[in-house]
DNA sequence: TTCAGACATCGACAAGGGTAAATATTCATC
DNA sequence: GATGAATATTTACCCTTGTCGATGTCTGAA
């Protein structure tokens, strides 16, 4: 077993659920990603980040599409960020975030993908 | 808006992720399904019941899978059916879950779908 | 260097969720 | 019908998490 597994690694390398039985490792770190998407906000925070042109999008937009305070939509965003949904790249006083769309075709091939 | 949206028609209906920004009513559905599936021990479940043969398992194998209480388990399965992934079928004493193949491959769509 | 704006972090609180013990329900068998 | 086995439900506990207000940090401009 793999002690340093992370959620992308995890992702990436295993098979589809349907194939074989998640490992308890794997089960852990894949349902990282799972639990930061079963959110309605981060959800879509993720929808907008990964739908806006060029895959990504500024907090400050982010921000205006929420009845939310910027603290917690900031803490939604961290926590896409650290599941590996979210990249994060500062530019001047700005923030944007851009979506691993690696990570959800992977996440996508571990739950939809056809076994064996 | 439709006030009667099941998480079934929720993951069956929408675009992708990526293609445009989830409505929150979508959302708000979606995010019940991937909830379901973000935590490790219901991963597992899921993985053990698609995986199964037949892609279906009796409840007493999967409590003799973990190291958990038989109504932890039960509970566990109990969401996983409230979010539509799963369907249950008495037979006799015994009951049998079976695992939604195409729940699971309208969720995939909906992560990983190509936009446009 | 001071100021203002954008974003992150901290602290706290209420709501939600995973767990198990006890109990209920359902069905096959005696 | 009474008993026992397989599941589900109820209740309660504790830990997690979503949220906000206050505060901190960093950057660009004056």
């Given at each position: 077993m793999n002690p340093d597994l992370t959620p992308v690694q995890a992702v990436a390398c295993c098979s589809p659920l349907a194939r074989e039985p998640l490992s308890e490792e794997v089960a852990e770190q894949v349902s990282v990603v799972l639990k930061a998407l079963g959110d309605p906000v981060r959800l879509r925070l993720m929808s907008l980040v990964a739908s806006h042109e060029g895959g990504e999008a500024c907090v400050c937009d982010l921000n205006n599409?929420?009845?939310?305070?910027q603290p917690t939509i900031s803490h939604h965003l961290k926590v896409l960020h650290e599941a590996g949904l979210l990249e994060r790249e500062k530019r001047g006083v700005w923030a944007y975030y851009r979506a691993r769309t690696d990570m959800l075709e992977n996440l996508a091939a571990v739950i939809g993908g056809t076994p064996t």
């Open positions: 599409a929420f009845d939310l305070s």
